[in-house]
């Protein structure tokens, strides 16, 4: 099966956003077996903040950002 993320990605989760309203936006930083380790990102500097988050791939809650979450990080856009 195929993933449609990737190392590096750019990345929210779902539910955090769309439901409760945290506009965190997260980046790819390992995968293994089937599980992503995300590092949080800011808005304002080029560091990971807090603690990182693991999620599986294939778990829905992981989404690709919403465009106005890409343009508050747009330091973060490649």
Do not use: C
Not at 4 to 32: A, C, M, W
Not at 64 to 71: F, G, N, Q, S, V
């Amino acid at each position: 099966m195929a993933t449609k993320f990737t190392r590096g990605d750019l990345v929210q989760l779902k539910h955090e956003y769309e439901v409760g309203g945290n506009p965190s936006l997260f980046r790819i930083r390992s995968i293994r077996n089937g599980e992503a380790v995300l590092g949080q990102l800011g808005t304002d500097d080029d560091h990971y903040h807090g603690v990182d988050t693991l999620v599986a791939l294939d778990d829905p809650e992981l989404i690709e950002p919403h465009p106005e979450i890409l343009a508050m990080y747009s330091r973060h856009v490649r």
